[in-house]
């Protein structure tokens, strides 16, 4: 069965799912990946760019803590707050690759920021996977 995904032309804000492209005046359709209606989807509908994008970047351990300088590295180490040290020791723990966009990883890095260990310049490239400069 084909599925659709009906969109605002002008906003890309998701509208509705379609089992056909029914899209009326102001809208567009575009087909749904089954990459996208899986139970653990792999691709999501991102507005900005009209189009489904993955919802899953991985990366080995290695590669991921290469985005951080050593002196952020430091500020997680040394932070007092709980949530910090939580997500240190759940770092620390982790043997296996990491998804760059699971919702864990991109806490962690929020918090960072929040916390002033992160710039929110330097926040933005580690989601985007880019090394420091």
Do not use: C
């Not at 029914?22 to 691709?43: H, I, K, Q, V, Y």
């Not at 430091?74 to 990491?98: H, Q, T, Y």
């Amino acid at each position: 069965m084909m599925a659709w995904l009906i969109y605002d032309a002008e906003t890309g804000e998701q509208l509705r799912l379609s089992e056909t492209n029914d899209a009326g005046e102001g809208e567009l359709g575009t087909e749904r990946p089954g990459s996208a209606m899986a139970d653990n989807p792999s691709t999501h509908w991102d507005a900005t760019l009209r189009t489904h994008v993955d919802s899953q970047v991985w990366m080995s351990k290695f590669a991921y803590l290469l985005l951080w300088t050593a002196t952020e590295m430091v500020g997680v180490k040394e932070s007092s707050d709980p949530d910090m040290v939580r997500a240190f020791m759940l770092l620390n723990a982790w043997d296996g690759p990491i998804n760059l966009l699971d919702a864990q990883v991109q806490a962690g890095i929020t918090l960072a920021e929040s916390l002033g260990i992160l710039t929110e310049a330097r926040a933005d490239r580690i989601r985007a996977g880019l090394l420091p400069e």
